[in-house]
């Protein structure tokens, strides 16, 4: 006898099943996206006991004629794709004619049936993959598939399903998935009898707003960016949004859910300079395509897709993206609070800057607001400018005038509380501003900027600093030189256990040098030399930001602290600072009002 035997359809068929029908979830998965081929604009889904019990999904789609009734659940028979071409540029959302007879092999499923030309309804019923024949019903145009008792023959996969909250609470993700993938269609959602979702057609935003929840869709940035034959759209979370885990990212390619790695790493790098610690981006993104440019017969699942591009893809997806959350502190919400800019594409004047300890200053705004000669701004806390200030008009004074100035978002300083917040005042009430925070984004940008455009600028100090180092310190000096010499840096060992650095980035003058040449080395010897500058850049540069920030419990200055506002409102991402918690906090009017009682 050969060992080598063929095996029986009915087995056969459970083996695939396998592949497709994983739990409830997928059975809800494969008929939704059935329906939407069929060009369903309402769509209904019933479950029973988490869909372990019953699962039925009704749609308003073309329906099917009774020649095709006897191949529904046929293995590997499909309306979808003809030919080898048709499956190198695959429109539709299934394809792969598996679908219904995995779910078939697996449970009692009954289906009903009409198309728009057809006198009646069909209906066929198939149980554990054994079929009967087509019976004259009753039904409106379009079709429902019931799935009774799921995995009733193979009891050995029925026992590793779950509790039926666990089950429900997957459809229920399916459900949403693809709820957000066409707001053009209603759908509504059933469990044990209960209405537990209703969502009418309409447009993207109200849709994202009924499945992602209020919250996100108020603190996400609109993006829709498109390039040659690629366009994304859809909406990325501000960082302020971000979750302990990844239960709010849809990625949809062609309109179709998919999880790969290409894009979530994108994705990731996109907001890798804005979230603290462990947390995770929250989107729901759109990604188009030429179908031939995109594989999506990887899996029997359909979640998986290959590119023929993947760089192209990965580029564009992260510059897209970053692009979204790189708006301005006026322009971004933050920390929950409604943004300050009322309008999109609020330009501001940009007066020009000089820089002194490392905050810029807009020379012509603070010569009106002083009643300053022209010519150079003096320094901040210098005789000049605090007589200026001391003398001043109490009616010019920042706050006076703020109802009439649109050019400053962030408001104007009225203090500085325990040497850590600014409060500002602006149209809507009080901006509370964490200056450490807001400064360390400010250069860090800076930073980021110059290191790309190769003009690192270096400023000789006029006294070497020296400071006692390891070894591995030492060594690191003379083995990466020049990769300090990019960064701006001229140190030199003076001995085995001593360092002496002769100049810094300009920008980074007021940091304490040994504290910051203590911190650059350690991220050089840790990332490598080759790779600092380049896969790790972020890492380092958000270590030098925030080791020439100004810290906490300095006192500033009323200049100081208005030049610092004037660079948030112009500075990309200025709502977080590098490690993702917020820079600046709007308190409006209506909110004070509310502390106080009035109005009650």
């Known amino acids: 006898m050969p060992s080598i035997r063929l095996l029986p359809d009915t087995l056969i068929s459970q083996i695939a099943a396998g592949e497709v029908v994983e739990r409830p979830a997928s059975v809800l998965k494969e008929l939704l996206e059935n329906s939407l081929d069929a060009g369903a604009t309402e769509i209904s889904v019933s479950l029973a006991q988490g869909g372990i019990k019953q699962l039925k999904v009704t749609d308003n789609g073309g329906g099917m004629d009774e020649l095709d009734l006897p191949l529904a659940f046929a293995r590997h028979a499909t309306s979808k794709i003809a030919s080898l071409d048709d499956l190198e540029q695959v429109r539709s959302l299934g394809f792969r004619g598996e679908a219904l007879a ?200 359909k979640t998986e897709v290959r590119f023929r591009d993947s760089r192209a893809i990965h580029q564009f997806v992260y510059h897209a993206v970053s692009k979204a959350l790189s708006g301005s502190a006026a322009q971004a919400p933050a920390a929950a609070v409604a943004p300050l800019a009322t309008g999109a594409g609020m330009e501001f004047r940009r007066a020009p800057y000089q820089s002194s300890l490392g905050v810029a200053q807009p020379a012509a705004a603070y010569q009106a607001m002083f009643s300053l000669p022209p010519g150079p701004i003096p320094a901040p806390g210098g005789g000049a400018m605090r007589a200026a200030f001391e003398r001043r008009d109490p009616a010019a004074s920042p706050g006076a005038g703020v109802e009439a100035d649109a050019d400053a978002p962030l408001g104007w300083a009225l203090a500085q509380l325990h040497g850590i917040y600014i409060l500002a005042q602006n149209r809507q009430g009080l901006v509370l501003v964490d200056m450490h925070a807001a400064h360390e984004r400010i250069l860090y940008e800076k930073l980021k900027a110059a290191l790309d455009m190769q003009g690192m600028g270096s400023q000789k100090l006029l006294i070497p600093v020296t400071f006692n180092a390891d070894r591995l310190e030492v060594a690191t000096v003379e083995e990466h030189a020049e990769v300090l010499k990019q960064l701006g840096f001229d140190m030199a060992p003076l001995s085995p256990t001593a360092l002496a650095v002769r100049a810094v980035p300009s920008m980074l003058a007021s940091a304490d040098v040994a504290d910051l040449a203590h911190a650059l080395l350690a991220d050089v010897r840790e990332f490598g030399g080759s790779r600092v500058l380049t896969e790790h850049q972020h890492e380092l540069l958000s270590t030098m930001a925030c080791h020439g920030a100004v810290r906490a419990h300095r006192p500033l200055t009323a200049t100081e602290m208005n030049a610092l506002l004037r660079e948030m409102e112009v500075t990309e991402r200025s709502g977080q600072c590098n490690h993702g918690r917020p820079t600046w906090y709007q308190m409006s009017m209506a909110d004070l009002d509310k502390l106080f009682l009035r109005g009650r």
């Open 102 to 301: 995995s779910i078939a092999s697996v449970a009692r499923v009954a289906l009903t049936t009409r198309s728009a030309q057809a006198a009646h309804a069909w209906s066929l019923a198939a149980e554990g993959g054994a079929q009967g024949a087509a019976q004259p019903a009753a039904h409106a145009g379009g079709t429902s598939i019931e799935v009774n008792d799921l995995y009733f023959n193979t009891p050995a996969r029925r026992k590793f399903l779950r509790t039926e909250a666990t089950e429900f609470g997957h459809c229920e993700d399916v459900f949403k998935r693809i709820a957000l993938s066409r707001p053009d269609v209603a759908f509504t959602l059933k469990h044990n009898g209960r209405v537990i979702s209703h969502l009418h057609a309409g447009d993207a935003t109200r849709r994202i707003a009924a499945v992602a929840g209020a919250e996100f869709a108020g603190a996400a940035r609109t993006l829709d960016e498109g390039s040659a034959e690629l366009r994304i759209s859809g909406f990325a979370g501000s960082p302020e949004f971000s979750r302990s885990s990844r239960d709010a990212q849809y990625i949809f390619v062609n309109g179709r859910f998919v999880r790969d790695k290409l894009l979530t790493h994108a994705l990731r790098q996109s907001y890798q300079d804005m979230l603290h610690g462990d947390r995770h981006p929250a989107y729901v993104l759109f990604l188009e395509l030429d179908p031939l440019g995109v594989d999506v017969n990887v899996h029997p699942a």
